[in-house]
C-alpha cells in the first residue's frame, strides 16, 4: 500500500480489523526505507493489530551520490553547532509527516510510535523535544540527541538502546542523554548491550520490543499508588 502523500512509503498494515496503533520508522543517514525491515518485522509480529510505516528521508545522500540513499539533514562538514541547525531546519518537514501519517490514520497521538536508527532516531528523538503531544513513544537505536536535552516530553516514553561497540555514535551520548532525561522527570530507558557496533542488530531489536512490552511509565505507577492509597483509605473508614 502506498498513499498519495508518501509514495516512497513502506506500509504494513494489519491483516484484518482496525488498525489501533502507529509505528513510523526512519532510516539511518545514506540509507532507505527498506533498512529498517528487520525492526518492522518484529513490530509486526508483537503488534498485529499496528500499521507499520517505513519512510524514505527527504534529501537524496549527498555524501555518496548515486548511490540511491537518502538523509534527513546532510553531514557533511558537521560540526557539534551545525548539527542542531540542520536538524531544526528539517524538523518542521519531519513532524508535518507524522501528523499527515495519524491523521491518515485516525489515531490520537499516544497511539503512535516513533522508531529510528542513527540520523533517523536523531530526528525522532528531537521532534518529541520540540513538539508537545506529537507521539505517545520514541525508539532510538544507536543515536544520540542534537541538543543535550532540557525538558522532559509529556506523556513520551523514549527507549534508548545502544552497543558498546559503536564506533559511529559512541554510547556514552544515549548514557548522557539518559541521565539527563531523568533529572527532568522523563519516563526514560537506556540499554547498552556489549560487542554490538553501529548497526540495528537482532539483540537491540529483541531489548527494544522487550521494553515496549514491559515498561510501565511513572505516571502510571503514580496514579496506582494513589488509587490503592485511598482505597486504603476508604476501608479504613
Known sequence: MNTAFDPRAIVSLPVQG??????????????????????????REQYPQAAV????????????????????FSVSGITD??????VDAAL????????A?????????????????SQGAIMALEAVQAEAQLVGRVIAVGSRYAYVPQHAPQGVCIHLLHGTADAVLPYRLAVDAANALVAEGADVTADVLPGIGHELHPKLVDKAMEQLR??????LWREAVMTAAEQDKGLKH
Open 53 to 72: 510505516v517505513s519512510l524514505n528521508a527527504p534529501e537524496p545522500f549527498d555524501g555518496m551520490p548515486g548511490t540511491g540513499g537518502f538523509q534527513w
Open 101 to 117: 501519517w495519524a491523521a491518515h490514520f485516525e489515531l490520537d497521538w499516544p497511539m503512535v510510535a516513533l522508531a529510528g536508527f
Open 81 to 86: 553547532i551545525s548539527r542542531g541547525e540542520r
Open 214 to 219: 514491559t515498561f510501565i511509565p511513572a505516571r
Open 18 to 43: 482496525k488498525t489501533e496503533l502507529l509505528f513510523l520508522l526512519f532510516h539511518g543517514v545514506g540509507g532507505q526505507a527498506s533498512a529498517m525491515a528487520p525492526l518492522a518485522a518484529a513490530l
Open 92 to 99: 518542521p518537514g519531519f513532524i508535518a509527516r507524522i501528523r
